[in-house]
């Protein structure tokens, strides 16, 4: 018997009704999500960082559970993203303790009522004559000094964080400025808005009596969505912009134009992670001169940049092939040149797939470039100038030969 269109549909549908008319949602929410109130230290959420860096508990001495509470993803969620503001300080602490950085305050003139971000600089920072390493981190939730929040929590600090960066940097003669590029915008609680009156108009039911209808009617909507959808409701914030650093393509020219370019190192070189590296190849096309005078190296980490829609001019492409070189995620062993899918910069493999490891993984192999890279150009700058001092001789020469 052939079967009506549509019927199957049908009778889909109204088994689909039977089975929610009999599920009990006041017994599926017997199991309340408890408040989202978390500890404010590492210590309160009884963990610490041991001596290899790694984060463990401080009794149990296990690493890091993000499913502390079963079937509670959001709650678990939340628990995760206050542990990771706790980092975000700790790791600041770590920055200035351990690596004795400062703080620079950007704007350069803020007041104390505007938003406000900062970078981190070595004390040498602006007078080191010889080199300067810029850090750039990608986008998201990381911090200046983090190149992934996952890998502080899950691994350690060494993988996760660009202390190993710094700290090598500063044994081989550089200065230092960690850039802070997520750091757009200060988050404030938006007021509640006034609930607005129903007209007097709008019904033939006396004032008060519609009021009491429409506030329970009210209530019972509001009550149902804050137990099913959100069972606990959180406060809304509104962002402010940091002037000239909302975005981080905005804070990185910035940092360009008041730090990097006032600097007294001769080579400045970067190492740029994932958005970092679009970041960096939207200074290029903006300060183009600058850049290409100032920067002796660029060392990149699967980075996401794009010189097709950034519109990258074909000198920017020449320079990029020159100086840059992106070590992106691969299964391939370290340092295996990678078919690059634009002619861009070199690509060659971070020897891991997982792309917030590409940094560490790739960590000496980058030193290595730079200091290549440096003695490269040392080497064309000191052919260049013995090739102008034979031009003077030569003539001077030809001038004391003619008078004899």
Request: glycine letters at 4%.
């Amino acid at each position: 018997m052939a079967q009506i269109p549509g019927q199957e549909n049908k009778e889909k549908t109204t088994a689909l009704k039977d089975l929610l008319s009999r599920i009990d949602l006041d017994e599926l929410m017997k199991k309340d999500e408890p408040p989202l109130n978390f500890p404010k230290t590492l210590e309160e959420f009884e963990y610490a960082f041991n001596e290899q860096g790694r984060l463990r508990h401080t009794t149990t001495g296990e690493a890091y559970v993000f499913n502390a509470r079963e079937d509670l993803h959001r709650w678990n969620q939340k628990r995760y993203e206050a542990l990771g503001e706790i980092i975000t300080h700790y790791v600041y602490q770590l920055l200035e303790t351990k690596c004795n950085l400062t703080k620079e305050i950007v704007p350069v003139d803020a007041t104390e009522e505007e938003p406000r971000s900062f970078i981190y600089m070595s004390a040498d920072a602006m007078s080191n004559p010889a080199k300067l390493l810029v850090l750039i981190q990608g986008c998201g939730v990381v911090r200046a000094g983090q190149w992934a929040r996952r890998l502080i929590i899950n691994q350690d600090l060494d993988s996760g964080t660009q202390i190993p960066f710094i700290t090598r940097a500063q044994e081989e003669g550089y200065s230092v400025m960690v850039l802070n590029p997520n750091e757009n915008h200060l988050e404030v609680e938006r007021p509640a808005k006034p609930t607005a009156l129903p007209s007097p108009e709008a019904s033939d039911e006396p004032a008060e009596k519609r009021e009491r209808k429409d506030d329970r009617e009210s209530k019972k909507r509001r009550d149902f969505y804050e137990k099913y959808r959100n069972p606990q409701k959180e406060s809304e914030t509104e962002q402010i912009p940091i002037r000239e650093n909302g975005s981080p393509e905005e804070h990185v020219l910035y940092a360009w134009d008041h730090f990097v370019s006032k600097a007294a190192a001769r080579n400045v070189f970067v190492v740029a992670h994932s958005y970092g590296g679009l970041s960096l190849v939207e200074l290029l096309i903006q300060r183009e001169a600058q850049v290409k005078n100032r920067v002796c190296a660029v060392a990149m980490t699967d980075s996401i940049h794009n010189i097709w829609h950034q519109d990258a001019s074909k000198s920017i492409q020449e320079w990029l092939q020159q100086h840059c070189r992106n070590w992106v995620s691969s299964p391939e062993p370290l340092d295996t040149p990678v078919e690059p899918m634009l002619s861009d910069c070199p690509r060659v493999s971070a020897g891991t797939e997982r792309h917030e490891l590409t940094s560490w993984r790739s960590f000496n192999s980058i030193f290595q470039f730079f200091s290549e890279a440096l003695q490269s150009g040392e080497e064309e700058t000191s052919n260049t100038v013995t090739t102008r001092s034979s031009h003077r001789t030569k003539p001077d020469h030809d001038h004391n030969h003619n008078d004899l």
